[in-house]
């Protein structure tokens, strides 16, 4: 979504937000309905993996925690979509909450907010006020209707996440 500001390249080369240390399991991403509607039929798809499901299968994601193989803090594990040149999912299968990062949609004290991932390298080196009229001017008011229509992929709202 944010192609207009980040380049593909500079995120095929970078990866960082496809694989999660303990501390940010909660960013690994939430599968739609809709998403698994479109992944069951895809033949690598192993619907056994999404390990959590939650409101009567409305949604799901993949339970890493069993993923670690050290104590280390630091150690990351990588989305089960995570291939050598990125993610191998389609953009009909890609979980929305993948497409808007490094957006997120919170709830902060009950305001639906969209802010930005304080982690992604290439987006923070960009002036914050010209993230910001990008995405109020073509993002903003779909991410807000979307994520009204699926309040499960709202987040809790964390301090150092700058709102747009
Ligand atoms: S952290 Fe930022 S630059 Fe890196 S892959 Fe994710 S969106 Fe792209
Ligand atoms: S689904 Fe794809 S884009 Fe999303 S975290 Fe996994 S590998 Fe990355």
Known sequence: ML??????ETCAACRFCCSFRRTSLWEAPVF???????????PFFDGSDLTVYL????????????????????EEVPCPYLGEKGCTLSERE??????IWPLRVM?????????????????NRLDFETVKEFVDTNLKKDIIEYANNHPYLIKEYRSDYPII
Not at 94 to 99: M, Q, Y
Request: hydrophobic share 25%; charged share 35%; net charge negative.
């Open 107 to 123: 709830n902060k004290d009950g305001e639906i907010v969209v802010a930005l991932t304080p982690t992604c390298p290439s987006i």
């Open 3 to 8: 192609g207009g500001i980040l380049k593909k």
């Open 32 to 42: 739609t309905y809709e998403n698994m509607l479109v992944l069951k039929d895809d």
């Open 94 to 99: 890609k979980p929305w909450d993948c497409k």
């Open 55 to 74: 409101e009567d299968y409305t949604y799901a994601k993949y339970d890493l925690s069993d993923k670690y193989k050290t104590d280390d803090p630091n």
